[in-house]
């Protein structure tokens, strides 16, 4: 498992990017509500073309960082499908969900990443 990961679930980015990128399996102070929409039963395919499947989560025990607003408190559980996806695939597949975006030119992030995609050669250089 290869961080970031991501979405491939989803074909309507409208939301927040964030919902679409795990950079780790770590997140923020969600409720399970929120955690179930954004992430439980997606699957998210990491830099080696590996797909993985959110099938949970854990609470992490409190600490004296808890009160911090960035603390983490969940953490993600993914298991293998043991199903890949090539490179062309995933390229294709994320320009054609950043044009299909209403946000698409009128946010420059997603002008960004779309020329970072279209310029990228493997499978690493599009997830980071």
Known sequence: MKFPMINI???NWEEDLDWYIL?????????????TKHFFGKD?????????TVVGWKKKPKS????????CNMELVLKKTHRSMPFEEIKSSL?????????????????????HIEAANTLEEIVW
Do not use: C, H
Request: charged share 30%; hydrophobic share 35%.
């Open 9 to 11: 679930s989803d074909t």
């Open 23 to 35: 950079f780790d399996l770590e997140q923020k102070s969600y409720n399970e509500l929120v955690v």
């Open 44 to 52: 998210f395919v990491d830099g080696q073309g590996m797909i993985y």
């Open 64 to 71: 004296w960082r808890s009160w911090l607003p960035n603390y």
């Open 95 to 115: 320009l054609n969900r950043i044009k299909a975006s209403k946000r698409y030119g009128k946010r420059e992030s997603f002008l960004f990443w779309k020329k």
